[in-house]
Nanobody, 118 residues
């Protein structure tokens, strides 16, 4: 059973930056796809970014050019670098690992809150 623990969330002013970390309890080198989701109050959970073992990345249109996902297999950690933050980026951010299909993932973290003030 793989455990994922997110950290790095907090309160930041619009235009600021944060780096989220997702630390896995075991090796992620064999995990093909890992991702970040977010869920704002009253909204559905949405996919923010994914990264494969071959470091191919995908991004939601709303964050493209501002966010960057990366992974460090040696540290069993996936990162989400968030720049030029906007109030609409306010949400709980979740890490996910082992994509089964579509929005179905085998492992989820507990989430970390990101709040962007205007």
């Amino acid at each position: 059973q793989l455990q994922l623990v997110e950290s790095g969330g907090g309160l930041v002013q619009a235009g600021g930056s944060l780096r989220l970390s997702c630390a896995a309890s075991g090796s992620i080198s064999s995990i093909n796809t890992m991702g970040w989701y977010r869920q704002a109050p009253g909204k559905q959970r949405e996919l923010v970014a994914t990264i494969t073992s071959g470091v191919l990345t995908t991004y939601a249109a709303s964050v493209k050019g501002r966010f960057a996902i990366s992974r460090d297999n040696g540290k069993n950690t996936v990162y989400l670098h968030m720049n030029s933050l906007k109030p609409e980026d306010t949400a709980v951010y979740y890490c996910a690992a082992v994509r089964i299909s579509g929005t179905s993932w085998r492992y989820w973290g507990q989430g970390t809150q990101v709040t962007v003030s205007s």
